[in-house]
Structure formats: structure tokens, C-alpha cells
DNA sequence: AATTTTTATTAGATTCATCTAAATACTATA
DNA sequence: TATAGTATTTAGATGAATCTAATAAAAATT
């Protein structure tokens, strides 16, 4: 059983190490977790010897198998509690992280499974990334721009190019956010505006430059 | 700002000394807590530090103004967690308190908020235990068997007496849980037995054995 | 290649929450 | 009221997570 703190460490470097990619050096980690590099250090042995991560001195750290599905585990939880943060209690986008970060170390499967049932098993979290499974598998979905799909195409919006506050304003005028059904109907060749179907409701004409930013991820 | 575990003490504090109205020893409080009497003795001084136990070596604690105002907080994330636990994600009435209890220690105020508006502000808990208001003020409701009510009445069931599976179970039969609403509608001399609608929709009867487990509060 | 700079680790303290064992205060009983 | 028994507290240790200061290793620079 690993306390909240060994959970946090993990979990920042399978983020800093991109998923296991690259090994991570301890002052990345030590700014990642506010602390002091001498703190990473003691704790980098902790967990090494709780084999949950990959260690040799002076020569950075990375999970091990074992801490990598760790990692996934919270991140899955972490994603999920945000889920039901923004699509049952209206939290704004701002406000997620400080909660979120305390419920995803609540321990009870129990819990997981009823709460991912409640929201319908949700395959993004509000901010379009992706939520590992059971198995800490991550369904790396492919996301493309909407410029980049053929006609007759339909996605979820799984995320957005840059994020200039007029941009997100204008999308939630027109009814897109995150987990948005978008069915693309139409492209016009002479200027590259797309027609699309916003959960299978209303139909839009959206221009090139906002296609090329709003990602879709087929499913 | 408080550790879990303080918080927890002053839970137990609060449970054991009945909400502040006698003092509660060494004993029962690590008993309580299952830990050594000495982790105790060690844990009240250091509350008592922060103002939030009022104590005298040899003579017992008991949670100050500040403590109990803090422990109501603490029942209450605990109270509003478990009505979500059970009214949105289905949890059974045994399966409750490991979850809620580490729910209850999650620090946001605007979540709380949220939450208790999302469960449409409720009164009492699955337990029937009242849920204290954001001042830590107990709407202490009066709590009655439905034997000791006149007809006409109409209340919440917050309650009931013994737990016998059978008895659940019949409960469950016929559509009464905590937070239904029931109008005692007639009552027969001869046996006790009482006829009462539940949620205005049917009425039935029920033996004054069970009327007499079933515990409502006028509203 | 030698030296400086950066990065990482060890050493030694501190705080929290716990423990066991020993000492002390209170309570009840003979 | 002296004593036996129980309840409570102190003393001294331990492990987790942290810190600062000092040391050591690696990398970069001259």
C-alpha cells in the first residue's frame, strides 16, 4: 500500500518521464513536487526499494513496470473525479486540479467502478486527455484536426489547438466543448469551411481556420 | 489546519463525549480509535495545543468550541458523501462508511457546496442521522416511532429500530427507505396496525410490530 | 586535462503519529 | 485510611516525510 505522498512522486514521474519514455533527473522532480532535490532523493529510494521505480544513482529515475500501472491507477482516478467535477457539479476548468487532486487517492475500487458507471464510462476527461482502464491501458486515441478528416467523418472533440480566450468563447457560443458529437457533413472546396453536425442535433458552418484547430478523436 | 488524524480524534471526541456533553477518557477514546491509550494521551495534548480539545491531565477531554465546530464539519462532508454514495452510485448500507470515511476528510469548500446542492440539500444522511448546516448548527429533529404519532401525520422516515435482514428486506418490499415520505392515514384499535401512504402515491397497511421500528420526523 | 559549475547524494535534524515499557495518579475496597 | 487495582501519563524508540548544510559525482568550460 503506498501513502498519498509515494503516490504523487509516482505519478510525476510518469508524467515528467512521459510515460516511461525518458528518465527523469531529480531536481525536474523536485520542482515538480516543491520540495527539495535532497527530499526527492530520499523518497526516489523508497520507492526503488518498493520496487515501483527504476533507480541507479546519478543517473536519473524512471517507473518500473509495476509503478507505471501504479501511476495509471491514480491518473485514472484523477481524470474521472474530474469528470464528474465539471459534468455534475458545474466545476470550471480552473477549479478542477486542487480537488481533483485529493479524491484520486481515495482508495476503493468499489467507488471507481460505481462512479465510472455513473458517468457513463467516460473515455476523455474534461480536458480532452484520455482515461486508462482497468489494466492502465490508454487508448491512445489518434487526434486530428478537423481539417485533416473526409467528409462524413464523426468524432468526439477531444481537445483544441491553442486556447486565445475569444477562441473557447466562440466555441461555446456555438454549443462545442470537450465530449462534443461532431459529424462532419460537408467541406467547401473554394474555402475549407466544414459543415458539421453538433451532436446530431443542429448543423454548422464552421470556417477553415477553426476546423484546423478543434481535434477529433473517431469513434 | 488539521491532519486527518486530528480530525478523526475529534470525531471520535465528539461521538463518545455525546456532542460535547461529558467528558471522555483515556480509554474508550483509544479503544474508539484502536490504538495504545499512550498514542492518545500523546495526540490530546497536541490538540489541546491547538485549542481544539479542552483537557486536565487525570480528569478527561472533551472537544472545546472551536473542536466541536470543527467535528461537525467533518460529519458533515461525512453525512452529505454518504446520501451521494447511496442515492447516486447505489452503495449498499454496509458498504458506506470505509468510502465516506475518507471522504469526509477532502478539503473544499466548494465542493461541499456543490455536492449538497447536486443531492438537492438533504436534512439526514441514508442512517438517518441529521446532517449539521455550514454553521455546525444540528436541526436535532425529534425522531418517532410511528406507533406514538396520531393519524393525519405526515413525516420523513429518518430511521429505523434493529436492522434484521428480513426486516430490511420486507422495507424494501414495499417501497419505504430513509427519506420517504409517509402520511399515517388510519390506525385500527384493535391491532395496532396503521395505514399509510407512501410518497402520495399508494397506501398499505403495516403490523404495529413494524410501526413501531419505523421512525419518522414531522416535515 | 584540469578546473569550474551544476547536479545529486549523504549526514544530521525536525515533526507527526505511532509503539512498548515504566512511572505516576486516581479510585475502590478491605 | 492504607493498599490493591485500574487508568493515565511520561520516557524513549521507530518510521515516514521533510528540511538545511555538507559532500561527492557528473558535465561543461577553459
Request: aromatic fraction near 8%; glycine fraction near 6%.
Amino acid at each position: 500500500m503506498l501513502s498519498f505522498v509515494e503516490e504523487n512522486y509516482l505519478k510525476a514521474i510518469y508524467h515528467l518521464s512521459e510515460g516511461g519514455k525518458r528518465s527523469v533527473n531529480t531536481n525536474a522532480l523536485a520542482e515538480e513536487m516543491k520540495t527539495a532535490p535532497a527530499s526527492v532523493s530520499d523518497m526516489i529510494k523508497r520507492l526503488s526499494e518498493k520496487k515501483m521505480v527504476d533507480y541507479q544513482k546519478y543517473r536519473g529515475v524512471n517507473v518500473s513496470e509495476k509503478g507505471k500501472f501504479k501511476a495509471l491507477h491514480v491518473i485514472r482516478q484523477h481524470r474521472i473525479w474530474k469528470v464528474f467535477l465539471v459534468e455534475k457539479l458545474n466545476f470550471q476548468w480552473d477549479q478542477l486540479d486542487e480537488v481533483a487532486e485529493q479524491l484520486e487517492h481515495i482508495k476503493s475500487p468499489l467507488l471507481l467502478q460505481r462512479l465510472d458507471e455513473f458517468l457513463g464510462f467516460p473515455k476523455f476527461d474534461p480536458h480532452g486527455d484520455p482515461i486508462p482502464d482497468e489494466n492502465g491501458q490508454l487508448i491512445e486515441k489518434r487526434k486530428d484536426p478537423i481539417t485533416q478528416l473526409p467528409v462524413g467523418t464523426s468524432g468526439i472533440v477531444v481537445g483544441v489547438n491553442g486556447s486565445s480566450a475569444s477562441f473557447l468563447k466562440y466555441l461555446d457560443k456555438v454549443g462545442i466543448s470537450i465530449g462534443t458529437r461532431l459529424q462532419i457533413v460537408d467541406r467547401m472546396e473554394f474555402d475549407g469551411s466544414v459543415d458539421v453536425t453538433i451532436d446530431g442535433k443542429k448543423t454548422i458552418t464552421i470556417s477553415m481556420a477553426v476546423a484546423e484547430n478543434i481535434l477529433l478523436s473517431e469513434a
